[in-house]
């Protein structure tokens, strides 16, 4: 968030059991079994969101959006580690049971807003450091890679973006979801990986810079054939839609 925003109170991380056992080395058919040994080991992946979350000063609660397939040993391990962690905890079933399901997520959360409201906001990097250098930060940092190396066309755009005096815009880094590397597979918490910007997009108009690493496709098209093939009007009734 660029220097003078709104000042946050308070993050919620939302986790998963079927998450957290895939970060762990569950095979993605097996993340609904009971698996203790993979969700312990893919808690170190939420430790990295606490720890990111936690050097932006933010207070933290972890919303579990529960399952069916979810047990009460799991869900207990989870809750603990959080409460060793000092993030707060809630359970939200809110897609099963409704609003009732939310109750004890959006208590937790005003408590937390009320006796344990977040710091003043510490940002990653400064407006005026070098762009490599607030690139290094995030991907470094917040990621947990070792280096950061850029293609010749990003390059190119690094001089372009000298020469326009753009140099104080904010960055954000374009990569996969899936991963805090560049590799969507890479499950768990990575480290001392090596972040490849293959391109600088400048967006003059939102003042931001966006560097794009990895192999990801930042706007999502369409299928070969979309739904709207299969969308009509039938005697003044929409069909399709489902």
Known sequence: MPE???????????????ALKMHGGAELENITRPDKESLVKGLKNLQKHLDNMNAFGQSVVVAFNKYASDTEEEIALVEEFCRQ???????????????????SLAETVVEAIEHHPSGPLTFTYRNEDPV??????????????AEVTYSMAARKKLKLIQEMGIGHYPVCIAKTQYSFSTDPKCYGCAEGFEV????LVINNGAEMIVAVAGDIMRMPGLPKSPQAERIDLVNGLIEGLS
Do not use: M, R, W
Request: proline share 2%.
């Open 4 to 18: 003078g925003g709104i000042q946050p109170c308070l993050t919620v991380i939302v986790a998963t059991a079927q």
């Open 196 to 199: 490849h910007i293959k391109d």
């Open 85 to 103: 962690a000092g993030a707060g905890f809630a359970v939200n079933s809110a897609f099963a049971d409704g609003g009732e399901g939310a109750v």
């Open 132 to 145: 490599t250098e607030k690139i290094a930060a995030v991907a470094c940092k917040l990621y947990g890679a």
